[in-house]
């Protein structure tokens, strides 16, 4: 597992502006040449620049994994058709925005918010792939910010209660590790993107933080 430290729009919240998956690292549509540099060099993926309701706050407003990008009707048709020219497929969920921030998925399972549907989840379920199972963390369904999993492991904000850990646990199969990013940041998701080869967090990260999101991530 490579870890460096590193920003999206000059700021360590990377995780709010940019989405990791296996094939694919979305970014906004500008970004510095020293943030792409480093992206490029760090993730053994392709690059994909996009907005979603013309913002880039792609982490929050998106999730995905192999097989797409689930996102919310506030994107444009011209941005979904920019994602389906390059080969990328995309499910639009009605009626959710910040379906980042409410999801977390690899490429078989996921957690996600119970703001979804019976019917999204299931439909969620197909497009991606997955299972996809209704958590909480530390009480709230933010659980898209409160979790970064990758198809080894996944690091969880440390706030996340006994009985929420065990659950999740249990559904991805791996124990993973609770942290925070960004020097005390519990919504982890916020301060990291990452794959199973590869991770960024922001600058403001601590050693320590860093030595738990490896232990977590590395399954």
């Known amino acids: 597992m490579k870890i460096e430290l590193g920003t999206v729009r000059e700021t360590p919240f990377v995780g709010i502006f940019a989405l990791a998956t296996e094939k694919i690292v ?5 970004i510095s040449e020293k943030e792409e540099k480093i992206i490029r060099g760090l993730f053994d993926a392709e690059i994909v620049k996009t907005t979603i309701a013309n913002s880039s ?3 929050v407003l998106m999730a995905g994994n192999s097989k797409g990008l689930v996102a919310g009707s506030i994107m444009e048709p011209k941005e979904e058709k ?13 009626n959710i925005t910040a379906v980042g921030n409410l999801m977390a998925v690899n490429d078989s399972k996921g957690v996600c918010s119970n703001t979804f549907s019976e019917k999204q989840r299931k439909e969620i379920e197909k497009f991606l792939g997955i299972k996809l199972k209704t958590a909480t963390v530390a009480s709230s369904d933010i659980v898209g ?21 065990k659950k999740i646990e249990k559904h991805f199969g791996v124990q993973g590790a609770k942290g925070t990013a960004n020097a005390g940041d519990v919504f982890i998701g916020n301060g990291i993107i990452a794959n199973s080869t590869a991770a960024l967090a922001g600058t403001n990260t601590t050693g320590f933080e860093l030595a738990r999101i490896d232990e977590g991530l590395r399954g």
Do not use: W
Not at 26 to 30: A, E, H, Q, R, Y
Not at 86 to 93: E, P, Q, S
Not at 146 to 157: E, H, M, Q, R
């Open 82 to 94: 920019e994602l389906l020219d390059a080969g990328i497929k995309v499910k639009i969920i009605e």
């Open 57 to 59: 706050l792609l982490g």
């Open 145 to 165: 910010a409160s979790i970064v999993a990758t198809n080894k492991g996944f690091v969880i904000n440390k706030m996340v209660l006994d009985q929420e850990a």
């Open 26 to 30: 979305f970014t906004p549509k500008v």
